[in-house]
């Protein structure tokens, strides 16, 4: 949703944040020198440098999909209450 940010902003009478991802700055204003915010997605491969630029994400912010953790994705995708630590490490 961070590639709609400026038109809904501009179409919409009320604020609106279309995207966790509005956050990054936010939260990099607020840690230590030398540290930044990373991104977990589902689906590292769903995301493009445009995504980044909408919402002013810097563009060399880490990003790790969750592809790889079946268990994580299993939970997650699949709106379960409970993950199995041992699977998702």
């Not at 940010?5 to 009320?14: K, T």
């Not at 540290?35 to 990003?63: N, R, Y």
């Not at 969750?66 to 709106?79: A, C, H, M, P, Y």
């Amino acid at each position: 949703m961070s590639l709609y940010q400026h038109e809904l902003a501009d179409r919409l009478p009320a604020p609106v944040a279309s995207s966790s991802l509005m956050q990054v700055c936010l939260v990099n204003s607020l840690l230590g020198n030398g540290k930044k915010t990373g991104i977990i997605t589902v689906k590292k491969g769903s995301f493009s440098e445009d995504h980044l630029k909408a919402v002013g994400v810097p563009l060399d912010t880490t990003i790790m999909g969750t592809e790889q953790g079946k268990e994580f994705s299993r939970v997650f995708l699949g709106d379960e209450v409970r993950l199995d630590i041992r699977l998702a490490t």
